[in-house]
């Protein structure tokens, strides 16, 4: 049984889709492309597909992952290539490998979000950035299944920052762009509980929804803050064979 993993993307309008509607969608490019999907056993055998961390309903991604179990070998490329093709634009496969080590889901400890804050004025932001990187803790509140929760949306932000916004950006309304690197905890901390907490220190509340899009998540390196790239494991593993190749060849030559 060969296991790939895929990377996709969730852009445009379609960052509105559910990870269910995602689910479903999914399982019919699957059928479209003529994957030869293992199967769980059971009464009622289902495709084995596992999802991986999806982002909140609203915002958008370039870094969602999930990985599928084939019954037959696959070139990576080709199903990549199919697959994408059977979803709609928006919903894009854009990187694929073959799983050669164990534990995506244990790589994927971090994300890197962007937040457009149309409406806002650059400064004002930051300032409430700085705020909120002084803050020992920021308390928020958010609704959960047995009623409002309070936690500290601080301990898990690894950085905070503003980021320039383009100089031929095409109005002169005022907008904020912040970088936001999140360490994923439980209870996970969000986007939106970092604005809460952004009001909640400088009382920066943002006229219109912000525009969040999550431009990576992977294991976080503790040392430069930075979200690496949680496939590049097996693309080493798959090269490793290549590059002993040689090394075996010549000393069986001599």
Known sequence: MQRIRLRYTKRGRLRFTSHRDFQRAFERALRRAEVPMAYSAGFTPHPKVSYANAAPTGTGSEAEYLEIALS??????????????????????????E???????????????ELRLDGVDPADADRAVDAFNKADA?????????????????AAVVQLETHSEPADRPTDQPCAILRLVVRHVTP???PDDVLSGLRAVADLAPPVPAAVTRLAQGLLDEETGTVTDPLAPDREAAQAPTTAEPAAAAKASA
């Open 188 to 190: 996970a901390v969000r």
């Open 72 to 97: 037959a070998a696959r070139d990576p490329e080709k199903l990549r290539a199919l697959l994408d093709e059977s979803l709609p634009t928006g919903l894009d496969i854009v990187d694929a490998v």
């Open 99 to 113: 799983a050669r080590t164990p534990g995506l889901a244990d790589r994927l400890t971090a994300s890197l979000w």
């Open 138 to 154: 920021v308390e928020v509140q958010r609704m959960a299944k047995n009623g409002v929760r309070t936690f500290d949306a601080r």
